[in-house]
């Protein structure tokens, strides 16, 4: 019986022409499949898999993946996050209006001068309009960081199994399988360190970068619903209260006070003139997208925020998992309201009742940050006299912004 290539009875010199036709078959196997691969995915568009000037995918694969993602999570019950992050564009160059005066043959009238502001009679002058935009903007928004930067720091802060897509110059897709909005919100604590260490950021969202987070099934059922609230929540982040947070102030008291006096100042702006406040032709306030998230003073007796902290706490709870850090001290406080609420501990809460009545200028403070699955609560002030005054809204920032800021103050780092 002949020997055959391998067998130790072969002689040597047998062996090698073997060895050596069998390698090269084996060259010319896988040369051949790498090549076929490279046409189907050139013919499959393959080839536009990834963004050509970023490390992030195309959006058109990201779109491929998320709808096999949404399949999954809906056949199996699973969970999946998106974030939307969008460098906010700079406003376009707009020269000064040029003052002018109206056309001589228009007739004088009350309702004409009225119309200009000035008094019966007057020729004041009126605002040129500004002439067509030509579409020059400057070279930076108020984020200056290039997109390919901020792409790579998005990569480095997400997780291996994490899909990020760019979708055109100045917005990123990022998609996270298997991810609560708990675990979503660890991501953007890792981009925002990511930002402190790469450019000198403060602990919060730059001004000019704006992130928000969507969670199946919580906020929608299908892609297209869940980026478009991912995006609505991201340009709402535009308008949070802490990009109007001086730099300098630096305690948790001045925290307080500075925001509540920011807020007290826009509603004193908002409030109608007295001349105007009986006219029932005039339409309602305009409102924005998401104006749940707009700050608004709070005014209430201690018991009447103690009840509204238990209800803003069970409204958490029930879309799940919640991450709680209120201010806490003996007595009638919404630390005590908060962990009787919560009766014994609870794996679905995470919960940090701080006592930081030792912090200069915190002894009357009172405090409530929530981040749960499907929102954020964010509540700080001062409890005097039996009456508590404070600032609250529903803004992830914020509530982010004041649970580190009262757990640095404390001595404990709340975020992992």
Request: charged share 20%; hydrophobic share 45%.
């Amino acid at each position: 019986m002949p020997a055959l290539a391998g067998d130790i009875a072969a002689p040597a010199s047998g062996r090698a022409p073997l060895l050596g036709g069998l390698l090269k078959l084996l060259a010319m196997q896988s040369t051949t499949a790498l090549a076929l691969l490279g046409e189907r995915d050139r013919a499959s568009g393959g080839a536009a898999m990834k963004d050509p000037t970023s490390s992030a995918y195309s959006f058109a694969y990201y779109v491929d993946v998320a709808g096999r993602e949404i399949d999954k999570a809906r056949r199996y019950g699973r969970r999946f996050s998106i974030a939307t992050i969008l460098i906010e564009p700079a406003a376009p160059d707009i020269p000064p209006r040029q003052p002018r005066f109206p056309p001589t043959d228009l007739p004088v009238s009350a309702d004409v001068d009225t119309g200009w502001g000035t008094a019966s009679g007057q020729r004041a002058p009126w605002a040129e309009p500004p002439p067509a935009s030509n579409g020059h903007h400057p070279k930076h928004g108020p984020f200056a960081m290039d997109p390919a930067e901020l792409a790579e720091i998005l990569l480095d802060a997400a997780r291996d199994t994490d899909i990020l897509a760019r979708v055109d110059e100045n917005e990123f897709h990022l998609l996270m399988p298997e991810t609560t909005g708990l675990d979503a919100h660890a991501c953007y604590r890792r981009v925002i360190a990511r930002l402190a260490a790469s450019e000198k950021h403060e602990s919060r969202l730059p001004r000019g970068l704006l992130m928000g987070i969507t969670t199946f099934p919580h906020d929608g059922q299908g892609l297209a619903q869940l980026l478009r609230i991912a995006r609505r929540r991201a340009e709402a982040t535009k308008d949070s209260l802490i990009h109007r947070l001086p730099h300098d102030v630096r305690s948790l008291g001045q925290v307080v006070d500075t925001l509540v006096d920011l807020v007290a100042a826009d509603a004193r702006r908002t409030e109608p003139p007295p001349s105007t406040a009986g006219l029932s032709q005039a339409g309602p306030a305009p409102t924005r997208p998401f104006a749940l998230s707009a700050p608004r003073l709070l005014e209430l007796a201690l018991p009447e925020a103690v009840a509204l902290a238990v209800s803003v706490l069970r409204s958490a709870m029930r879309g799940g998992n919640a991450f709680v850090v209120v201010a806490h001290h003996p007595g009638l406080s919404l630390g005590a309201a908060v962990r009787g609420a919560l009766g014994t501990p609870r794996d679905d809460v995470i919960l940090h009742a701080l006592d930081i009545r030792t912090v200069p200028g915190c002894d009357d403070v009172e405090a409530l940050c929530i981040l749960a699955e499907h929102g954020a609560y964010a509540f700080i002030g001062r409890s005097q006299g039996g009456l508590v005054r404070g600032v609250h809204a529903a803004d992830p920032l914020l509530a982010d912004f004041l649970a580190e800021r009262i757990g640095r103050a404390a001595g404990l780092r709340v975020f992992g």
